[in-house]
């Protein structure tokens, strides 16, 4: 039988392999070529592939920046509208506080007269009595008298300390004090009831009517509130008024101290000169 002799087959010499390996060996003789010839020619050829790259990083990196910028911008905004808020309710503040002091503040007034803020009212402090913060080292003594808003009298210095003074009002319990009442002006005797309330009584004939205003020496003739209710019992020859004061105890914030002389001190009971 006759043998059939096939050409061994070499893969390195295959034609596939012979043109890629041709190709390879090119490429690299080619690459040494320019590596020897032209070394600074990969840089020059790829200068403006890095040049891209690096614009578009920066470009990348401008963007992000922009997201960090509007944050930033944002917290800092939000800063702002906070510290605007505590201005304008600082300036509020101030704009009621200078209507206040010019509210108890008179046209005309005496050298020792002296504003000072309440530090404590009812109910921290026992009620119907104001701490100030005004004391001896601001000429403060006890006898002193005390204003409220408008010129209302409220009451009368009882104890001082050198930076402290306490105010007995003349709606404190026990506290007496002399005024008049009505159009008519009828004297009477006013007795504090507690709470800013105070009573008096007069003849069932006094002609006297809800919501008569009271007043006290001040000096001159000053309001210290009016008739709340009048209290009458058939069997009684008398009335009774409930008098409410003009200034709320429990809001007041300012307080104008003056030396009215002995008369005031005189109208009060040795309660409201308690320590």
């Known amino acids: 039988m006759k043998k059939t002799y ?6 390195l010499l295959s034609p596939g392999n012979v043109s890629w390996g041709t190709l390879a060996l090119a490429c690299a003789i080619l690459a040494l070529l320019l590596r020897l010839l032209a070394p600074n020619i990969f840089w020059q050829l790829f200068t403006p592939a890095f040049r891209v790259g690096d614009s578009i990083a920066l470009a990348s990196r401008t963007f992000l920046n922009g997201f960090n910028d ?6 800092k905004n939000e800063q702002l509208q906070s510290e605007n808020a505590a201005l304008a309710s600082e300036n509020q503040a101030l ?10 503040l008179p046209t005309s007034h005496a050298a020792s007269d002296v504003l000072a803020g309440v530090v404590a009212r009812p109910p921290e ?7 100030v913060a005004a004391g001896s080292q601001d000429g403060i003594a006890p006898g002193y008298e005390a204003f409220g808003e408008g010129g209302v009298p409220l009451g009368v210095v ?20 002399h005024g ?19 009573t008096a009584s007069l003849t069932r004939s006094a002609r006297v009517a809800a ?34 004061s003009a200034v709320n105890p429990f809001s007041i914030t300012w307080v104008l101290l003056r ?9 009060f009971t040795a309660a409201t000169s308690t320590p």
């Open 70 to 75: 509007i944050a930033a911008l944002a917290a």
């Open 125 to 131: 402090s026992p009620y119907d009595t104001l701490v």
């Open 95 to 104: 704009i009621e506080k200078e209507a206040q002091l010019k509210a108890l």
């Open 6 to 11: 096939l050409a061994k087959r070499n893969a």
């Open 211 to 244: 919501s008569d205003v009271v007043f006290v020496p001040g000096p001159g003739m000053l309001p210290i509130g009016s008739i709340a209710r009048i209290e009458s019992n058939p069997s009684s020859p008398g009335i009774t008024l409930h008098i409410k």
């Open 158 to 177: 009882s104890s001082v300390t050198s930076g402290f003074s306490r105010i007995t009002l003349f709606s404190a319990p026990g506290a007496e004090t």
């Open 259 to 267: 030396d009215t002389g002995a008369a005031v001190r005189d109208a």
């Open 180 to 198: 008049w009442v009505g159009h008519n002006a009828l004297p009477l005797t006013l007795l504090g009831a507690g709470a800013g309330a105070m």
